[in-house]
Structure formats: structure tokens, C-alpha cells
């Protein structure tokens, strides 16, 4: 019994420290128009006005997770509809916005992978880095540093110390 009550013990400290660890994703909007920013599977939207910043901590581990901006939102209290990048009816998303939206992927771990995609359309400048890796630029739905096609080769990889940023618009 003290052995697994040791080992149960071991396991809950190994998982609260993996919850711990968190990281920065810094999102700006340098649009002339407001955007709606969106993030799964994290959940996570809210109104950005030009000019404005929303910091966004992501626990570690986080996998197969997206980051957009959505367009010519009208929201009364957290019930709404956008014009591109919609999630239904929600300012926080829990489901992926509608086509046309550029996406910034990512897959947190001991190493990170991020991309910028226009497989779902392009509805705005984006771009997207990491404090340790390759910026990624994408101006148009003719950006060279997006995947384009499901088999594109354009995830780069980040370690280290890290942070994110995400400026739309720029």
C-alpha cells in the first residue's frame, strides 16, 4: 500500500508540474479595424481594437492548436456571428472558425512546432514567431511561408526559452 500511495504521490506531482509550465502567446492588432481573435483548443476570443494586445498563456502540451483572427463581428454579451473565421455562435471558441480564415498552428512541448496556414483561405496579414525560432510572414493568400496544401513543408520548430507573437495586419 506505501508503495503505490508513493507512486500515486510521484505521478500527481509529475502531472501539476507539467500543468505549471504555461506559454506566452502575445496577440496585436495593428488592423485599422477591430478583430476578434480566436483560440482552440485552449477556448479563448474577445474584441481587439487597432492598437490593442491580448496576452494569451498556453499550458504546456497543448497539441494541434490554432490561433485567428475573425472579421465583421457583431457580438451582444458573448452571443454573435462574424463574417470570416465565424465559430458559431460563441465569442469563445470551442470549434474551429469557418473558412476563410489564416490560421496560426502550433504544438506545444519539449519542442515546439508552429505554422501559419491559408488551407482554409486567407482572410488576413498575419504574422507569426517565436523568440527563439523563424518569423513566419503572410501578407496575402499568395504567402510563401503558408501551407498552401496538406502536404506543404513549412512547420518550423522553436525550443528553448520561448515565447510567441502574433501581430495581424503587420
Not at 32 to 58: E, M, Q, Y
Request: glycine content about 10%; some cysteine; aromatic content about 8%.
Amino acid at each position: 500500500m506505501a508503495a503505490s500511495s508513493s507512486v500515486l504521490m510521484l505521478l500527481l506531482s509529475a502531472a501539476l508540474t507539467a500543468g505549471a509550465s504555461a506559454t506566452s502567446f502575445s496577440i496585436t492588432n495593428r488592423c485599422s479595424f477591430p478583430v476578434w481573435p480566436a483560440a482552440i483548443p485552449v477556448g479563448g476570443g474577445r474584441r481587439l481594437n487597432s492598437g490593442d494586445t491580448w496576452n494569451l498563456n498556453i499550458p504546456g502540451g497543448t497539441s494541434a492548436a490554432r490561433i485567428w483572427a475573425r472579421t465583421g463581428c457583431n457580438f451582444k454579451g458573448n452571443s454573435g456571428s462574424c463574417a470570416t473565421g465565424d465559430c458559431g455562435p460563441a465569442l469563445s471558441c470551442s470549434l474551429s472558425g469557418q473558412p476563410p480564415a489564416t490560421l496560426a498552428e502550433f504544438t506545444l512541448g519539449s519542442q515546439d512546432f508552429y505554422d501559419i496556414s491559408v488551407i482554409d483561405g486567407f482572410n488576413i496579414g498575419m504574422d507569426f514567431s517565436c523568440s527563439t525560432g523563424v518569423a513566419l510572414r503572410c501578407r496575402n493568400s499568395n504567402c510563401p511561408d503558408a501551407y498552401h496544401h496538406p502536404n506543404d513543408v513549412k512547420t518550423k520548430s522553436c525550443s528553448g526559452n520561448r515565447s510567441y507573437r502574433i501581430v495581424f495586419c503587420p
